[in-house]
């Protein structure tokens, strides 16, 4: 029953102090509100006796004074502290739930959804957090006020007439426990409900120009309905049972009461007990009821905390799918990047998404990587990421070090990644560029920004570097957002630069300014460069080509061409489409001649 | 109309379900005020009730008790036309049953017994008779006629109890289901609007927010419904009945504490001062920490690839720290309110009713009424707990207020109602006429585009990032309208078309394509019914996607993850190429569509183009100027202007813009 609270001892633990002034404070002032009525009817005894004195009215109104102020700090201190329990326990969970997001690799983000996570970071932590304020304040104010009743029912009526009216008790614990376990299921079946709904509100907001372009608002709004209605139905469902404490326990202390009385006569008729105390006895029946009530309500609140922690602890427990090395190997640059037998299968997958692949960098060349849409560029790039667990057959080494001995710190200190899909934040295009170096100067950032080609329109801008982009700012075009993206990573100056088709929406002129930048800044580090325009790595060191996770052909450029096989057939293709894009007239001819022969 | 009173509003559209529960809520209070009521008479009638004159009966008959040989019962269980016999009367004295001879009369005090002799005071006579005590089994045996008499009130009562446990179920399950239903109809309402408000509109907010305002925002209002309405509603009931009350005890009392009344108001003012703006930014907070989320998580790969975890993490920790905050002031404005300060006023109230009845007490003596003042305290007692219950509820409604608040607020944004209904299938004859356009009213991005597309031409536009081409493909589908000059479509002009319909012969592919969750296949089709699962093969094998897709193992039907990220960017367009294939528009733009498509692929797609395109207008937006090289018109753009227009041949032969562009990008001049 209260097992939520068993799962957050380390809180309340940890919080002991906080906790200990807000219960002591809250039974203290339990007995310090007795007095103002006892005051009040020794005032009003003394006057029907007619021994009032001013002395002793001015005394009584000055305790009463007193006891308000006390109360009042008391009853101040008693929630601020325990509330701000609350408030507390939301804002630790809160943030390491955020933390624990933060290490997640993408396996787990396939597996989860973003609105749902979204739901667990704020609805969810309410839920929790009203069972360390509200549960808490339940439990105790409830079980000290009723456990008062009983031993005062028990010494001053009769112990037996208590025991025996507490016969339904185990039927209110059986019951209740009943309840709580099917609220508990219920909730979270409500809550994953809500989660479901978030995630649907976010997807359609994300893809409204495709929605509208396609006129699905209706059947958008239709679908919407079907999971707002799913969210009733579950919370129809948790309502039903949630109904039932009030109820319930209502009829159970109904029996008490009966029970209570029935007895209670019979011992007066018995001439046991007297009937001043069987009257006692009915007044104090009546005064367990609220605490009986707010148990019911106690095991409502804690099993829908309950429910929402397992949800919350169900990300928590999550184990981060790539592990960081306990005991990393120090490395200090990246001299040989090695592929080694690699064959690699996404952790959702059926089948192996890269075979058998050897592949050898040194530091300072430059790897090209080709191949048809879905051949398993990007998935042979995303190796150096370590976004996976280290692949079942072959390994990746750096300088011989297989890739998950090393710390992340270390491998994604060498790296600047530019993604397919150009993803800034929405900040400032400074901050954005700014975002692998905090520090860097604004000389750096304006450098950076040029050598991704982005001065041109960064004078374009009329707030220039602090013009805000992404949501909040203006819509940049594809080509805009992947340069921005490129200078990121450039500004970082990485020993290792990870290009995954990341200047697709540049044209092929700009492209080749930027590709003419990156090789000569980058003289003696490494290149990793995945594209469909193969202008862009014909002056690589090796390239590959990939078909279906294979390498199916490999080496210079001049080699491939040789080779006549799909290389050969693109480059062709592309060439008679763009042209050969810096060598000039010159060289276009030539080649086309030579290829020609 | 303030929040409030809208709030209410929606609650009406389930008045007959919550009068429904109120009425329930009152028959099960009634019931509840009812039973002590019943225990009270079962203790007074049968129990206490026996200390009182019993008659001799002609013998045995029901509820007759046998004492020393002889029938007795109690008066009042007499028919009227019976003959009362002999009488004794039980007395209770020294917390046990005494019996005299004789009756007693009425309105004695003070009775007690030493030795055989009970004492008791007649007015102000002392009186002494003799009694007997009565044994043990003897009390025992007075008792029994009271036993099925009280078995029937224990029933009643316990009948009484059930009663009021069903409404009460009754009442609660209701109000949470109407709560619900409210929640689901706002929802629906909000989302709705979504659906009407401009494109714009969602450039502007980011989308963790507007989740926010839709699923956090009105689980906010929950309560309002389920405990406050109830709670304020049954609350205000007890203070009218005690205030009733208290009126027929004491006119001049009541009005004192009518007193009670302003301070409650301008509690609630002051308040209100305190906890709104607390609210506000609570929400507005909450909304933040949703964007930020869900910022972080679309952003991830290039967080950890940055090594920026632990920044990210200090912005995240900022923003949860400013919404702790934020909620211990709030905290502390409950705090310092709430019951903790009724306490307080109720303690002000005692004090001085002290001082005034001391005062009356020491200068006006003999003009109090004890008996008025033990019930006033007690009123006054009971007087407090409904304002109490009352004021606990201040919080939440203004929290579901500051909620209601945000949500109406966007359901108040001026949106366009979605308009149903099919539209005749258009030429596609697009003229664009002196158009003016600027996103943000000042900067113009379009400065006088006139152009005119045929049915069935191929229209490209072509220039640098930012030139303006995306800006006329917004503008053609509206989801921006021109500042001025007019777009005709057919001869039309399309402000003149609802957006739905216009739209619903258009088609696009994106350069950011954007899959929903569900299936590549529901991707394509985009689960419209009006699209068969032939057309969406047929789509796919058009635009050459079919073989890639073959390798999967559940095929066209395998599973799409949140934003396709188990698809590759060229995967990924070549879908949304085969959505708009399937969905067979008159006009079909192509916004940097082939971008991450290979160019092997890129030509299957544009030989199922050349098929494709007869029938239609096409659009097509392209930075590589070789796939526009058969249009039939192409624009050039430059900072928001056409600047050089015709077909490839001509532009070439211009040798102006568009020349110098083809020469850059194949190489044969050098920049």
Request: proline fraction near 3%.
């Amino acid at each position: 029953m209260f097992t939520v609270l068993k799962k957050l001892s380390w809180f309340f633990r940890q919080y002991k102090g906080r906790y200990a002034i807000a219960l002591t404070l809250l039974v203290l002032l339990n007995f310090v509100e007795v007095a103002p009525p006892a005051l009040i009817g020794h005032v009003i005894d003394q006057m029907n006796r007619g021994t009032l004195t001013y002395a002793s009215m001015l005394q009584v109104i000055f305790i009463y004074l007193v006891l308000i102020v006390i109360s009042y700090l008391f009853g101040f201190i008693w929630q601020y502290q325990l509330f701000g329990g609350a408030n507390i326990l939301q804002r630790t969970l809160r943030s390491r739930l955020m933390h624990h997001l933060l290490r997640m690799t993408p396996t787990f983000y396939e597996k989860n959804r973003t609105g749902d996570l979204m739901a667990r970071a704020t609805n969810d932590l309410v839920a929790v957090s009203e069972t360390a304020g509200f549960g808490i304040l339940t439990l105790i104010d409830s079980t000290t006020y009723s456990a008062t009743i009983l031993v005062t029912m028990a010494v001053l009526v009769n112990w037996k007439l208590t025991l025996l009216s507490l016969l339904p008790m185990p039927i209110i614990s059986f019951v209740m426990t009943k309840y709580g376990k099917k609220v508990h299921e219920r909730f979270i079946l409500a809550q994953n409900a809500f989660g479901v709904m978030n995630n649907k509100v976010l997807e359609s907001i994300a893809g409204i120009r495709v929605l509208r372009a396609y006129v699905q608002e209706r059947a958008q709004e239709q679908r919407f309905a079907e999971t707002a209605h799913d969210v009733y139905q579950k919370n129809v469902d948790v309502a039903k049972i949630d109904s039932l404490f009030e109820p319930t326990i209502k009829v159970l202390v109904g029996l008490m009461y009966l029970i209570g009385i029935g007895y209670g006569a019979y011992l007066v008729f018995q001439s046991q007990i007297t009937l001043g105390g069987l009257t006692a006895f009915n007044v104090y029946l009546g005064m367990l009821i609220w605490p009986m009530l707010a148990i019911g309500e106690l095991i409502n609140t804690m099993q829908r905390g309950n429910a929402s922690l397992d949800r919350v602890t169900e990300t928590l427990s999550y184990k981060q799918d790539v592990e960081e090395p306990v005991h990393p190997v120090a490395l200090e640059t990246p001299e040989v990047i090695m592929f080694d037998k690699l064959t690699f299968r996404y952790p959702l997958s059926a089948k192996d998404n890269l075979h058998d692949i050897s592949l050898t960098i040194r530091r300072g060349d430059t790897l090209g990587i080709a191949g048809r849409v879905g051949s398993g560029k990007t998935t042979l790039i995303k190796q150096i990421l370590r976004e996976y667990e280290p692949p079942s057959t072959g390994k990746l080494t750096i300088n011989g070090v297989p890739i998950e001995e090393l710390a992340f710190s270390t491998l994604h200190g060498w790296l600047g990644y530019v993604a397919q899909e150009s993803l800034l934040f929405s900040r400032t295009i400074e901050q954005n560029v700014r975002f692998g170096v905090a520090d860097a100067s604004e000389d750096d950032v304006l450098h950076a920004l040029s050598m991704a080609s982005f001065t041109k329109d960064l004078a374009m801008l009329d707030n220039g570097l602090l013009t805000l982009v992404g949501e909040r700012g203006i819509s940049l075009s594809g080509g805009q957002k992947q340069r921005i993206a490129l200078a990121r990573a450039l500004l970082v100056d990485p020993e290792i630069l990870v290009l995954d088709d990341a200047m697709s929406a540049v044209d092929a002129r700009t492209e080749t300014h930027i590709i003419e930048a990156i090789r000569s800044s980058r003289k003696g580090r490494t290149t990793l460069i995945a594209t469909h325009r193969l202008s862009a790595i014909k002056h690589s060191n090796w390239i590959v080509v990939l078909d279906d996770g294979r390498i199916v052909e490999e080496g210079t450029h001049e080699n491939l061409l040789l080779l006549r096989g799909w290389y050969y057939d693109q480059y062709v293709r592309q060439l008679a489409q763009d042209g050969p894009t810096d060598d000039g007239p010159f060289e276009m001819q030539t080649t086309v001649k030579e290829l020609r022969t | 109309m303030s929040s409030a009173k809208r709030l209410l509003h929606y609650g009406l559209f389930y008045k007959r379900t919550i009068f429904l529960a109120f009425a329930m809520l009152l028959i099960s209070v009634l019931a509840d005020l009812t039973g002590p009521m019943i225990a009270k008479n079962l203790i007074d009638q049968h129990i206490v009730g026996i200390a009182t004159t019993w008659y001799q009966t002609k013998g045995q008959e029901p509820d007759a008790v046998k004492y020393q040989g002889r029938w007795f019962k109690r008066g009042t269980y007499f028919l009227p036309q019976e003959k009362l016999g002999h009488p004794i009367t039980l007395v209770s004295a020294n917390q046990t049953l005494y019996v005299l001879p004789g009756r007693l009369p009425a309105n004695l005090s003070d009775e007690h017994v030493s030795g055989r002799t009970l004492t008791f005071l007649h007015g102000k006579q002392s009186v002494s008779v003799m009694v007997h005590r009565l044994t043990n089994t003897q009390i025992f045996a007075f008792y029994q006629p009271e036993v099925p008499k009280m078995l029937v009130l224990a029933s009643f009562y316990f009948g009484l109890i059930v009663l009021s446990a069903m409404f009460t179920y009754g009442q609660r399950f209701l109000l949470q289901i109407s709560a619900n239903r409210i929640l689901q109809r706002m929802r629906t309402d909000v989302f709705g609007q979504i659906a009407r408000l401009p494109v714009r509109y969602f450039d502007s907010i980011p989308a963790g927010k507007i989740v926010s305002r839709i699923t956090n925002d009105t689980e906010a209002i929950r309560e309002f419904y389920v405990t406050i309405a109830a709670n304020v509603l049954s609350s205000s009931v007890t203070m009218v009945g005690i205030y009733i009350a208290l009126f027929l005890l004491n006119r001049q009392l009541a009005l004192i504490c009518l007193l009670l009344l302003p301070i409650l108001a301008l509690w609630v003012v002051l308040y209100r001062h305190f906890a709104v703006s607390v609210n506000h930014r609570i929400r507005i907070l909450l909304s933040d920490i949703n964007a930020m989320i869900n910022e972080t998580l679309q952003g991830i790969s290039i967080i950890r690839a940055f090594h920026r975890q632990e920044r990210t993490m200090k912005e995240f920790e900022e923003l949860n720290n400013t919404f702790f905050t934020e909620q211990i002031r709030l905290l502390s404005v409950n705090s310092a309110s709430g019951w903790n300060l009724v306490g307080v006023l109720r303690g002000l109230f005692f004090v001085a009713f002290i001082a005034y009845f001391s005062f009356r007490y020491f200068h006006l003596s003999g003009m109090i009424q004890f008996g008025v003042l033990y019930a006033f305290v007690d009123y006054l007692n009971r007087l407090f707990q409904p304002v109490v219950q009352l004021v606990n509820q201040l919080s939440g409604i203004e929290q579901a207020k500051v909620a209601a608040t945000r949500i109406f607020e966007l359901l108040d944004e001026h949106g366009e109602d979605i308009e149903e209904g099919e539209h005749a299938r258009y030429q596609g004859h697009v003229q664009f006429d002196d158009v003016y356009f600027s996103y943000d009213g000042e900067n113009d991005v379009l400065r006088g585009i006139s152009f005119e597309a045929r049915p069935s031409q191929t229209v490209a536009l072509v220039g640098h990032t930012g030139s303006g081409k995306s800006s006329v493909m917004n503008l053609l589908f509206r989801f921006y309208d021109p500042q001025s000059g007019a777009i005709r479509i057919d001869g039309v002009q399309s402000t003149l078309i609802r957006r739905q319909h216009l739209r619903q012969h258009m088609g696009i592919v994106l350069q950011d394509p954007f899959l929903f969750t569900g299936t590549i296949a529901s991707n394509v089709s985009l689960d419209d019914p009006t699209i068969s699962r032939e057309q969406v093969e047929k789509a796919l094998r058009d635009v050459g996607a079919d073989r890639l897709f073959a390798k999967l193992e559940c095929g066209i039907d395998e599973p799409v993850l949140e934003n396709g990220s188990t698809l590759s960017a060229g995967q990924r367009q070549l879908i949304s190429f085969a959505r708009a294939l399937a969905f067979d528009p008159a006009i079909l733009v192509l916004d940097e569509a082939t971008s991450s498509i290979d160019t092997e692929t890129e030509s299957v797609i544009q030989q199922a183009l050349d098929v494709l395109k007869k029938g239609r207008t096409t659009f097509v937006i392209a930075h590589r100027l070789s796939t526009i090289r058969h249009a039939d018109l192409i624009l050039v753009l430059d900072h928001g202007m056409i600047v050089e227009r015709g077909t490839h041949e001509q532009l070439l032969a211009q040798g102006g813009k568009y020349f110098t562009m083809v020469q850059l990008q194949s190489g044969t001049l050098s920049a």
